[in-house]
């Protein structure tokens, strides 16, 4: 791997919540998600809101894993039966969505799966859960290419045009490869995200550890060919919420691999970003934006950036100061999610405000985001009680 040149962060004193204090964010966090589940029992949110409000859409895009990830999230914070009922339900529709081959032709079978059927078989025992999820990872295998050594990102594996193009996002489709050699004992989906991560490092990370968003690696030759963006500013400013699936990515990938290499790389992810951060601390769309004046925030790609903090501030040893500083960032972002970007219970049926989907073709911009809902929660789950994540 190649030698990556060190930030120094901005330090920050750890404000550790108290218990008292997390319950009330978490209890106004599932008042937005009660209010969310009459309209999203048999329906889905659509992945960005329009006006703040989500529209309900059937499982046909890559984030629906995000909403059944909500429910067992939620599930878990309470034990309330109306989240697994409806959670428990979404499960026949993952199971018919990779048995029909819905809508699968692309690498985002990780968000979908792991989020929905996987953490159902983990927490209620689903047999058929964990066949879909099963399948759905074979549905991924099935996009890596043993020449480029990549996932394909997007589109039929025959259109020459998304040929050998790999994207950060795809850290977090990993763990369903990692899963499906656990339950399975095949090591070729292993084997497939050990090579893929090993080229996301070397590819798509650049030496100031900012990152490419895509990367595209000639499926002939195996040759790196070039790096360009598809959501950012530009190919070669770092799109703030590819930063954060790198952190995140990478700390799960030393979770996965126990490759150190991946637990350092984490870290100079999440020290660019985080010299990166107005003053609020919630990240503009795109890291070539730091000042509160000119931009467009992402409060997603903030809750991601969170949890991968706090994956990696936990696999830190003690005697690493870095550990604190990681949790004190995390904890500083979640509390300004929480007080300045939640929406408000009347006029919106999502959690957080002010993300942006996709700036370049102006989607979702200065809207809420499915995603940016679950990681939100994840982020509480992880600041409230020992978890096992969804993705480990
Ligand atoms: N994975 C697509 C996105 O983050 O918008």
Redesign the pocket.
């Known amino acids: 791997m190649s030698e990556i040149a060190f930030e120094p962060l901005p330090h920050l004193k750890l404000k550790r919540p108290s218990t008292e204090t997390v319950d009330t964010w978490i209890e106004a966090a599932l008042a937005r998600v009660d209010r969310m589940l009459p309209q999203f029992d048999t329906h889905f949110p659509a992945?960005s809101s329009e006006s703040n409000i989500y529209a309900p859409i059937d499982n046909v895009e890559?984030?629906n894993g995000f909403w059944t990830g909500m429910l067992w999230l939620s599930w878990e914070f309470t034990g309330a039966e109306r989240y697994r009922e409806i959670a428990a339900h979404n499960l026949a529709s993952f199971a018919n969505r990779i048995d029909k081959r819905i809508n699968v032709d692309h690498h985002?079978l990780g968000?979908l799966y792991t989020l929905s059927s996987c953490a159902g078989h983990r927490l209620t025992g689903d047999r058929a859960a964990r066949d879909a999820g099963v399948a759905a990872a074979s549905q991924l295998l099935s996009r890596f290419d043993p020449v480029a050594k990549v996932i394909q990102a997007w589109g039929n594996m025959n259109v020459p045009a998304e040929r050998g193009r790999m994207?950060i996002?795809c850290n977090?489709n990993l763990p369903l490869l990692y899963w499906a050699t656990r339950e399975t004992g095949d090591r070729r989906f292993a084997a497939a995200a050990d090579q893929h991560i090993e080229q996301a490092a070397r590819l798509l990370v650049r030496p100031d550890a900012s990152t490419f968003h895509t990367y595209y690696v000639d499926t002939v030759s195996g040759e790196p060919l070039h790096g360009s963006t598809h959501?950012g500013f530009s190919d070669d400013s770092s799109w703030a919420?590819?930063q954060a699936?790198g952190i995140y990515g990478f700390a799960l990938a030393w979770r996965h691999t126990g490759n150190q290499d991946y637990l350092d790389l984490a870290s100079r992810l999440a020290n660019h970003f985080l010299n990166r951060l107005p003053a609020d601390g919630i990240c503009c769309w795109d890291l070539i934006f730091t000042s509160d004046a000119d931009c467009e925030r992402d409060s997603?790609a903030a809750a991601i950036a969170a949890c991968g903090l706090l994956e990696l501030a936990q696999a830190l040893p003690l005697s690493d100061a870095l550990r604190e500083t990681y949790e004190a960032w995390a904890v500083a972002i979640v509390e300004t999610l929480g007080e300045k970007y939640l929406a408000p219970l009347e006029g919106s049926n999502a959690v957080l405000l002010h993300a942006v989907?996709?700036m370049p073709n102006k989607a979702g911009v200065d809207e809420a985001?499915i995603?940016g809902d679950y990681f939100y929660l994840e982020a509480l789950m992880r600041l409230r009680r020992a978890w096992l994540p969804y993705w480990a």
């Open positions: 992945p890559w984030t985002d968000f994207i996002d977090l959501q919420r590819g699936w997603s989907y996709h985001c995603w």
